[in-house]
């Protein structure tokens, strides 16, 4: 028996437009005179990350990183591995970096021992989503899109299993949820 996923909006794409249009706003203020790098974590924050540095109203610099803790399944699975590094030149350089979740706070903990070798003048970090009833270490994240307290999330970047980044809201995730019968023209 097939099943399928169900999917709740919690967020729509006007509201994160919005949103995503504030924190680059707030995002210019800040870091008036300065040249910033902006360092999306891949593959998440991809989406997130280029709507908003066309909010950002600065001279700026992108990069990428790449960590994975997530897999195949709904929860971190705590061991996170560095798969691709920042390739600019990050010394004296003000960082803002950009993640899609902050819920444990495991891989931005780690993400910023690893920007702090890099000689960074300055890192901040701007999420899509929050989950602070989630953290297991103290994280300060500077600019945050939006605080959802439960729930799997995808769409907008936010997938499960590689599938759901290109909703173009926030989605409650129930794998599996609703049951399909099996035809023979399912094939």
């Given amino acids: 028996m097939k099943t399928q996923d169900e999917l709740v909006e ?12 504030e924190l680059g706003d707030i995002i210019t203020k800040d870091h008036a005179g300065n040249e910033i790098v902006v360092v999306g974590i891949l593959k998440g924050a991809f989406i997130f990350m280029a709507d908003l540095v066309r ?3 600065l001279n700026l610099e992108l990069d990428f990183i790449r960590l994975k803790s997530y897999g195949a399944k709904t929860e971190s699975s705590g061991t996170i591995t560095l798969t691709k590094d920042v390739e600019l030149d990050l010394t004296d350089k003000h960082i803002i970096v950009v993640e899609d979740i902050v819920d444990t706070g495991y891989t931005l903990q780690y993400l910023i021992e690893i920007l702090k070798l890099h000689k960074a003048a300055s890192i901040k970090i701007c999420c899509l989503i929050n989950k602070k009833e989630r953290r297991r270490v103290e994280i300060d994240v500077n600019y945050v899109g939006f605080d959802i307290s439960e729930g799997f999330l995808v769409g907008y970047g936010l997938d ?15 794998p599996g949820y609703a049951p399909i019968s099996y035809t023979p023209s399912d094939r």
């Avoid at 919690?10 to 249009?21: A, F, G, L, P, W």
């Avoid at 499960?160 to 129930?174: A, D, M, S, T």
């Fill in 10 to 21: 919690v967020i729509s794409n006007e509201t994160i437009r919005n949103r995503v249009k």
């Fill in 55 to 57: 909010n950002i109203n």
């Fill in 160 to 174: 499960f299993n590689e599938r759901y980044r290109h909703l173009n809201g926030i989605f409650h995730l129930n």
